[in-house]
């Protein structure tokens, strides 16, 4: 027994069952350890050993129930030895466990109601789904933007999730173009074959790696300018010489494949249809920086991607590619997959740290930083998983070969997220340095009324700019300079059809529902900005006194909350007041 | 925890506000705040408790950072040059002051209401007649006879989830729940604390800075509007139940105990209490 304390409540076998086999996957005996003298002091360390595997024991328990109930979160505590108040704490953190029991037969149909799905007709789906006798949730975004409005649907029973729309056969808008790097495997090797991905330079750059030894693929990496591409663009040499630097604790590296900002679909691509090449990118960071554990932390709303992800990295262990002295390395690494449940904030790398150590995903204070206390902790190189896949052409090619595309400051190419009022929506590769009117021509050109309104650049924690920065290219430099962001590459098009105000209002709404509630300026701020948002909806306009009012909300936002989710949750809806997109009354 | 009574061999100095202040490594700026005689605004924060800095009340400029830092939690580094009467230091505070009085009722909070007033927070800017504003309105929870949770005043500053967990009773009865302005502090499922691990120590309301956790004997009293403070005595002792030397103030009122606390700066305490100390006084009046 342990010394926690449980109500009365106990799980049912099917419960147990599901919690029995979600465990015993992950190598876990979830036999409760008989506790015979008090061998621990606090209780933090007392719970470290087992807690990480509370996510994955609550998902089983949803999957398997359709909720978490009180007896089966009082036997995950008594397993995991986690107070239960606790795992209630984190259960009722995420939108896809619920912590009541259903009131619905069956699966759970997600309907994405963010601003790609606004202006494709969310309403319109959910009605058909309705109309076939399922439960339709609405939620925030689905990252399937390009083939909005997107549905998500959360098995029950036992039954596995899944997205319809993966049924369709994946078409790349750019296959065939000879300058993809990134990309251009992407429609051409079968994502389930490691044969498939060897046949096209797989593990080519592992090997090299190896030959060139840490110091020097840390170096390439460094020389290339190579920064991320999960929205903060920050330095990856920089990063991976931290964690280098650190001895004498185990060291991770994370791929944060969370990908959560509306308008943000293409690491879920590029894990869905090159698996290995995430897997084998994550296995040289792990040789760069001596960490040996590697760990995907991926959104729950990806069943494909996840499932594709697991066999590659099943693959590459039987063929010797991960564990052990890794494909010959000399150096052992390994990949676990944990997957979160629906809560946006777990993308910011300190919550995700949380949430896959089995506490709520709120933010940590930085300092100090993850390249010294990450996961558990300790030392832990968190990439984006593009990041991660430029990193295989820098080792096989070179810095310079790298450098010859992009510019200066802003080397080699960027993945972007075409959605919204565009001819041909999806997945592109451009170098950098494309001008913003030169990438919607590449992709069919502005749709609906052809005339364009409005582009959000980098999602709902970038901003909007208007059809006058045709001519922005696209660089850090350049957008930076502009006001905007490239953020995580969401380029969202808006034609002169689109009632602004109802996309930017649903953008407030958003930040308000995915606010961790931590920090007062973030959990009262993106509530009193929805709030007035909707009053000006009501009314018509926005009078002086609420348009400061608006300025002063995000000042505070910006300056005191803990995490970016915070700091960015007012840009968009200053870029469309300022653009004039919202907020003025009717002329007609 | 405060270092009280440790000798640390080195000391760092940073400027506060134009003047030089040396502190022990490894103090924070908010001590060294308090060191300068600079009245910082803390909500979150406690001497007896780990800082969880989520309030971000005591925010402070730091040349080089971006964004503001939480003075209770960042480390005093030497040559740091801090900020806190800065505009943008008293925008941020009255903001967070002003959100806090927007949701929660604070009419119980007297530090908060003192800060309110000194940062010019006018928390009923946000609502019009025609559109109300969200706040938290829960009853009050009344469950036993030793203390009630009134979750319409909890600003959520975790300070009761610490004090019932790692900080001091490692008992994890509560812990929050739900996600943005809907999280709660909250048992399992909400069960009732007689249901729950809570072991009725009391230090969560030692902790709570805004009467959202309340001792029952002191409840009833504001109930029957019979609660007067400035009526009351406070006597220091020491607890009778056992031989650890917990010391008690307790406060009386028409000499009658109206509640236990302890000094949070007390060698055996740190401030919390057990069970006993905390509510076992009925014997003293012959009950």
């Not at chain 2, 308090?34 to 007896?48: K, S």
Request: glycine share 10%; net charge negative.
């Amino acid at each position: 027994m342990t010394d926690i304390y449980l109500g009365a409540d106990r799980a049912t076998e099917l419960e147990e069952a599901a919690v029995d086999a979600a465990l015993r996957t992950r190598g876990v005996d979830p036999v409760v350890q008989p506790e015979t003298e008090r061998l621990y002091t606090s209780g933090r360390s007392r719970r470290r050993e087992r807690r990480h595997f509370l996510l994955p024991a609550l998902h089983a328990l949803q999957n398997a129930v359709g909720w978490i109930s009180p007896g089966g979160v009082n036997y995950v505590a008594e397993v995991l030895d986690v107070p239960p108040a606790e795992a209630f704490g984190v259960a009722s953190f995420y939108d896809l466990f619920r912590t009541e029991p259903p009131d619905h037969e069956g699966d759970t149909f997600h309907v994405c109601v963010d601003a790609a799905c606004q202006i494709a007709g969310y309403d319109d789906l959910a009605a058909s789904v309705r109309a076939s006798g399922a439960h339709v949730h609405f939620g925030p975004c689905l990252g399937q933007c390009e083939r909005a409005p997107a549905l998500f649907v959360q098995g029950c029973g036992g039954r596995p999730d899944y997205v319809p729309a993966d049924a369709e056969p994946f078409v790349l808008p750019q296959a065939g173009n000879p300058d993809l790097r990134l990309l251009r495997r992407i429609g051409v090797a079968d994502p389930e074959s490691l044969e498939a991905y060897l046949a096209h330079g797989g593990y080519q750059a592992l090997r090299r790696a190896g030959q060139m030894g840490a110091e020097a693929v840390m170096e390439a990496v460094a020389d290339s300018g190579l920064s991320g591409r999960g929205g903060a663009a920050f330095p990856t040499g920089v990063k991976w010489r931290a964690v280098a630097a650190e001895t004498g604790r185990p060291k991770h590296v994370v791929s944060n494949c969370d990908e959560s900002e509306p308008g943000t679909f293409k690491d879920r691509i590029v894990m869905e249809q090159d698996p290995f090449a995430v897997i084998e990118a994550m296995t040289i960071a792990g040789l760069a920086t001596g960490a040996a554990n590697g760990w995907i932390y991926i959104r729950g709303e990806y069943p494909l991607a996840t499932a594709r992800l697991q066999g590659a990295i099943d693959a590459a262990r039987a063929a010797g590619f991960l564990g052990e002295d890794a494909a010959g390395t000399g150096h052992d690494f390994d990949i676990a997959i944990w997957r979160g449940a629906g809560a946006y904030i777990c993308g910011e790398e300190t919550a995700l740290f949380n949430s896959l150590e089995g506490f709520r995903g709120e933010p940590r204070n930085k300092p100090p930083f993850p390249t010294t206390h990450g996961l558990f902790g300790e030392p832990t190189a968190i990439n984006n998983p593009e990041t991660l896949l430029n990193v295989l052409d820098i080792v096989t090619d070179g810095a310079d070969a790298y450098r010859s595309r992009g510019t200066e400051r802003s080397p080699g190419t960027k993945l972007l997220c075409l959605s919204g009022k565009v001819g041909r929506p999806g997945l592109y590769e451009v170098p950098f340095g494309t001008t913003l009117g030169d990438l919607l021509e590449l992709a069919g050109g502005v749709a609906g009324t052809g005339e364009l309104q409005a582009v959000l650049m980098g999602g709902a924690a970038g901003s909007f700019v208007g059809p006058d920065s045709l001519d922005l290219r696209l660089t850090l430099e350049d957008t930076r300079t502009a006001g905007t962001t490239l953020g995580s590459g969401v380029v969202m098009a808006f034609d002169t059809s689109v009632d602004m105000t109802d996309v930017v209002v649903r953008i407030a709404e958003f930040f308000r529902d995915e606010s961790c509630g931590q920090c007062v300026p973030c959990r009262v701020g993106a509530v009193r900005q929805h709030e007035t948002l909707v009053q000006m909806q009501k009314r018509g306009a926005l009078s002086p006194v609420r348009r400061e009012l608006i300025d002063e909300m995000a000042e505070v936002m910006v300056d005191a909350s803990i995490c970016g989710l915070g700091h960015t949750a007012a840009s968009a809806v200053r870029s469309a007041l300022s653009l004039g997109l919202i907020g003025e009354a009717p002329s007609s | 925890m405060t270092a009280a009574g440790t000798i640390t061999e080195t000391a760092v100095t940073l400027t506060i506000d134009g003047r030089p202040v040396e502190v022990a490594e490894g103090s924070t700026i908010h001590a060294a705040c308090v060191e300068a005689g600079i009245d910082t605004p803390t909500l979150c924060w406690a001497e007896n408790l780990t800082p969880v800095n989520v309030c971000r009340v005591c925010v402070v400029e730091l040349e080089g950072s971006r964004a503001l830092v939480p003075s209770c939690s960042r480390p005093a580094d030497d040559g740091m040059v801090v900020q806190t009467d800065t505009a943008r230091v008293r925008h941020s505070r009255r903001m967070v002051l002003e959100f806090l009085g927007s949701g929660v009722d604070l009419s119980q909070a007297e530090d908060l209401q003192r800060w309110m007033e000194a940062y010019g927070a006018d928390p009923d800017r946000y609502a019009d007649e025609d559109h109300p504003v969200e706040r938290v309105e829960e009853p009050v929870k009344v469950q036993d006879e030793l203390y009630i949770r009134d979750y319409s005043k909890c600003v959520l500053c975790y300070k009761c989830v610490e004090a019932c967990g790692d900080d001091a009773q490692h008992t994890f009865a509560i812990a929050v729940a739900g996600r943005g302005f809907d999280a709660r502090i909250s048992t399992e499922f909400d069960v009732t604390l007689p249901d729950s691990a809570c072991v009725y120590c009391g230090n969560c309301v030692g902790v709570c800075p805004t009467g959202a956790l309340q001792f029952k004997s002191e409840y009833d009293l504001r109930q029957a509007d019979e609660w007067r403070p400035e009526d009351q005595s406070v006597t220091r002792t020491v607890c009778s139940y056992c031989g650890v030397g917990c010391n008690l103030e307790l406060h009386v009122q028409d000499e009658r105990i109206v509640k236990v606390t302890s000094p949070a700066d007390h060698s055996v305490t740190s401030g919390h209490l057990c069970i006993k100390g905390r509510f076992g006084w009925q014997y003293v009046h012959g009950e």
